[in-house]
């Protein structure tokens, strides 16, 4: 993700990540990578719902709750 993220061309770039693990540990990586993260087996509305986040405009993002 770092080495991703360090190329200017992809700075912004939403990213969604999907893993069998569910940690805790997991989830505050990916979150401190700017990621959003889904936990497998998800449903498809939990995945629409990650979608629709990770597609509104970073404005909207910082402000919604939980993050």
Same mark, same amino acid.
């Not at 889904?38 to 919604?64: G, I, N, Y």
């Given at each position: 993700?770092?080495?991703?993220?360090?190329?200017?061309?992809?700075?912004? +770039?939403?990213?969604?990540? %999907?893993?069998?693990? =569910?940690?805790?540990?997991?989830?505050? $990586?990916?979150?401190?990578?700017?990621?959003?993260?889904? +936990?497998?087996?998800?449903? %498809?509305?939990?995945? =629409?719902?990650?979608?629709?986040?990770? $597609?509104?405009?970073?404005?909207?993002?910082?402000?919604?709750?939980?993050?």
């Amino acid at each position: 993700m770092r080495r991703l993220t360090k190329d200017a061309s992809n700075r912004d +770039a939403r990213i969604i990540i %999907t893993s069998a693990h =569910a940690s805790g540990h997991v989830r505050l $990586l990916t979150n401190a990578l700017g990621c959003e993260y889904l +936990a497998k087996p998800f449903s %498809t509305k939990e995945l =629409a719902a990650t979608v629709a986040v990770v $597609l509104s405009p970073r404005d909207d993002r910082a402000r919604s709750p939980g993050r």
